[in-house]
């Protein structure tokens, strides 16, 4: 009686570790963390940063099965909708924002980007999505010049996918590291602009071209402040 006993626990114990070996298998293989961000995006941005947005009401969806996103979308009027940094007032315009999305991959959850704004532009920026069904989040680090100062930000795109463009879509830029600020024109760290489409979407371009040079260049979206 007593060898079978000792053989029945050795068989709870193996089939016990078995079934934790599965269960951390299964975790290993999800392309998100527990908070439902990629590991790199997670390196790329605080979580202290991530409040700070969504306490000032910016959107982020989170998950591994984002919409393939591969096209160019107009946002128009761009109008800051909240920020923590000091003298912002809530309601101001910005140049019209076009963003190319290309090169996504849903296998490792990256993304590529091109924008322009008012006069200011990146191109074949790296990035990482994130999202579930037709909702996502792009999050890239932008390094950014200004007069010969450079600085460090975070891009956050957030919106819903939809067959003709973009809707409510959501921009923030915050500052993850102005290298001591010694021209004295960026944004603190950890300040930032929640920026909105408020006419509430956002066309896919087909051969459309954005009126945004039309804008005169407005200070404060690339992380400057706003005179």
């Keep these: 009686m007593k060898r ?3 053989q029945f626990l050795t068989l709870v114990l193996v089939l016990g570790i078995f079934s934790v070996g599965c269960k951390k298998d299964k975790k290993d293989d999800s392309k998100v963390e527990d908070n439902g961000l990629t590991q790199e995006i997670n390196n790329l941005i605080p979580d202290s940063i991530i409040t700070k947005m969504v306490d000032l009401g910016m959107i982020i969806n989170r998950g591994e099965t984002p919409p393939v996103l591969n096209g160019t979308y107009f946002a128009s009027p761009f ?9 912002d ?6 140049s019209d924002y076009s963003l190319t999305l290309f ?3 849903n296998d490792n959850l990256s993304v590529k980007m091109d924008y322009y704004n008012g006069g200011e532009s990146g191109t074949g920026i790296g990035g990482f999505v994130v999202g579930t069904n037709n ?3 792009v999050f890239a680090e932008v390094n950014s010049t200004y007069i010969g100062y450079t600085a460090k930000m975070v891009h956050v795109v957030s919106g819903t996918l939809t067959a003709t463009g973009i809707e409510d879509l959501y921009f923030a830029n915050f500052m993850l590291d102005n290298f001591d600020n010694l021209g ?4 603190a760290e950890g300040e930032g602009r929640i920026i909105y489409d408020s006419d509430g979407f956002s066309e896919k371009e087909t051969g459309k071209k954005s009126n945004a040079s039309n804008l005169s260049v407005l200070p404060g979206s690339s992380g400057t402040k706003l005179r």
């Design 103 to 105: 090169e996504q991959n």
């Design 135 to 137: 909702k996502f989040t």
């Design 89 to 94: 007032t809530p309601g101001y315009t910005f």
């Design 184 to 187: 004295g024109i960026w944004i």
């Design 79 to 87: 109008v800051l909708k909240a920020s923590n940094v000091p003298n």
């Design 4 to 6: 079978i006993t000792i």
